[in-house]
């Protein structure tokens, strides 16, 4: 099963994306996480893409494609992935449609998340990440919430692209280069369009049933 998990920053597609990839035993693949495990390290790479994400600006496409080309060609994804975050933009899309066609492994549906922007704003500037695994916590918009990471107990964080003029600048970068993507999917029939209001095990288990009844599943 190979997917992509669209929607615009801040609709839940990393934790369902994460939820949906252990109920299948296949690895998600966020580039998101890829790029800030790459600033974190202080790579070549994560110099590079940082001066693009602190300002909510997309990292330029040939970066990314090389990188979903390289982790979607390992072993781990033979039984397929979902992919969390890329595509971003048209030549993105274009670019994937024709590695995984070089490689007779055609994606089996493009799960398009939904909400309404004043929820999807809310989220993001509540939401908390551990800087140590990245786990993500949604917190109160008073700012209550969890203040450690469950996980390795280390104090919670807000990611640097959750305030609020760069959210603004997400969100209209998604508008703009992301939303045609639905466009793009669309037309090749692989859209299934998932509410993402609710509660995570509500949205979980309306994804499921969006997968349970993907062809030859
Ligand atoms: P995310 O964690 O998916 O919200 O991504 C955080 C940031 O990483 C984005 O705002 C971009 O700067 C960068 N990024 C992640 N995925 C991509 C992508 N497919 N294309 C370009 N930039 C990306």
Redesign the pocket.
């Known amino acids: 099963m190979r997917l992509v998990f669209l929607g615009p ?1 801040g609709v839940g597609k ?1 934790t369902q994306a994460t939820r949906a990839a252990a109920a299948h035993g296949i690895p998600q693949i ?4 890829i ?2 495990e790459a600033v974190r390290r202080g790579s070549e790479l994560g110099v590079k ?1 940082g001066e ?2 602190d300002r ?4 330029p ?1 040939e970066v ?1 494609v090389g990188l979903v080309a390289e982790r979607t060609a390992r072993p781990d994804c033979v039984p397929g992935f979902i992919l969390d ?5 048209v030549p ?1 899309a274009q670019a994937l449609d024709v590695m995984l066609a070089s490689r007779g492994l055609p994606l089996s549906a493009v799960v398009t998340m939904v909400a309404p922007a004043e929820e999807i704003v809310r989220r993001l500037s509540s939401r908390r990440v551990c800087p140590g695994c990245g786990r993500v916590y949604a917190g109160n918009p008073d700012g209550s919430g969890p203040a450690a990471c469950e996980a390795d107990g280390q104090a919670l964080a807000q990611r640097s ?1 959750d305030h609020p003029e760069v959210i603004r600048e ?1 969100l209209k970068v998604y508008e703009v280069q992301t939303a045609p993507l639905i466009g793009h999917y669309g037309a090749l029939g692989l859209v299934r369009e998932v509410d993402g209001l609710g509660a995570v095990d509500e949205v979980a288990a309306r994804i499921g049933q969006v997968l349970a009844g993907l062809p030859g599943r």
Do not use: E
Not at 30 to 33: F, H, I, K, P
Not at 56 to 59: H, Q, Y
């Open positions: 920053p990393g966020s580039t998101g996480d790029l800030r893409a693009y994400m909510g600006a997309l990292v496409d990314v975050g890329f595509p971003r933009t993105q692209d997400r």
